[in-house]
Structure formats: C-alpha cells, structure tokens
C-alpha cells in the first residue's frame, strides 16, 4: 500500500517489531487502539483463520457477525494481497506444532 508507506507507519512498524510477549502486545494495542478498532482487526484475524481453514462465508459471518463485504476482502488479501495474513498464520500454525 504505497500511499501509507511513511516514515509514521515505518514507526508504527518497528515499535510492533519490538514487542516480545503476547503481554506486551496486548498493553501496546491496548494503548494504541480503540476497543472498537481492536474487535474490527481480531474479527478481521478469526475470519481469515477461518477461510484457511476452507470454511463457507455463511459459517463465518454466523459465527464471526462480520459482514460479506468484510469477509470478501480478507479473502482478497488472502489470495491476491501482500500476503501479510499467509505469511502470520503460516508461523502461527509452525509455533503450535
């Protein structure tokens, strides 16, 4: 996304690239969201687990509350976009191993 590629979000970055414990995330997100901006982002993350988990967009929006448009975008990321949420849930998945 080049028109948020700034030195703020260069920041904004690599002050998440510091973070060590899910502890830490949390008081840093917590401190630099909205309640309302943490549930879209966690909504948008269980949404993706779920499409890679080859699950139908009725199943999720049921279960998540999250709209087919919202559903419809994360799995546009998900097949054609940067291949940010492939590449996390890929690690996450190796760590629970």
Excluded at 16 to 35: A, G, M, S, Y
Excluded at 78 to 95: F, H, P, Q, T
């Amino acid at each position: 996304m080049k028109e948020i590629n700034d030195k703020n979000m260069d920041a904004l970055y690599k002050a998440v690239l510091q973070l060590k414990t899910l502890d830490e995330c949390k008081r840093f997100f917590d401190d630099l969201c909205t309640i309302s901006e943490l549930k879209s982002m966690s909504q948008r993350m269980e949404v993706a687990l779920m499409l890679r988990d080859k699950r139908i967009y009725t199943d999720i929006a049921a279960k998540t509350g999250a709209s087919t448009a919202t559903i419809s975008r994360v799995n546009r990321c998900i097949n054609y976009g940067s291949d940010g949420y492939n590449l996390v849930i890929d690690r996450m998945e190796k760590a629970d191993e």
